[in-house]
């Protein structure tokens, strides 16, 4: 049986008056997981859907919250190369050295070479880029 929500519904499909509609309404646990320990943010994040994630965001959700494989909705939003979303993660605040399961990084999963670019400039603004090649 699922353990999605509407909220990881509407997150899924980008249905941003859904979202707004349900956030108003409120819900009982904006981080709440699904079977996959997938948040609404993982889903909103790697749909590419940018706006739901600012909702989701907004209501309070847990940037850093990790699924069952380690993945925070920044490695989501970077391995299914959208930008935008990577970016406006980045603008709240989301951790580009946060590792997965794996030891993966974002940026090791970051598919779209602007997406690499972005996310290894703000790192070697840090001074953390050495960190990454291990």
């Known amino acids: 049986m699922s ?4 909220l990881h519904h509407a997150a899924k499909r980008g249905t941003e008056s859904w979202v707004r509609e349900l956030l108003k309404e409120g819900v009982d646990d904006i981080n709440a997981k699904d079977n996959f320990g997938w948040t609404p943010l993982h889903y909103a994040a790697s749909g590419g859907h940018q706006m739901c994630c600012w909702y989701i965001l907004d209501a309070g959700a847990d940037i850093e919250a ?3 494989s380690g993945d925070t909705p ?12 990577v970016n406006h993660l980045l603008e709240w605040g989301a951790d580009k050295t946060s590792k997965n399961n ?3 990084y974002p940026l090791d999963l970051a598919r779209e ?6 996310l ?3 790192l070697s603004e840090e001074g953390s880029e050495n ?3 291990d």
């Open 3 to 6: 353990k999605m929500t509407p």
């Open 66 to 68: 990790k699924d069952d």
């Open 74 to 85: 920044l490695h989501k939003s970077a391995w299914k190369g959208h930008l935008d979303t």
């Open 102 to 104: 794996e030891g993966k």
């Open 113 to 118: 070479t602007k997406i690499a670019v972005v």
């Open 120 to 122: 290894q400039l703000d």
């Open 131 to 133: 960190e990454l090649s």
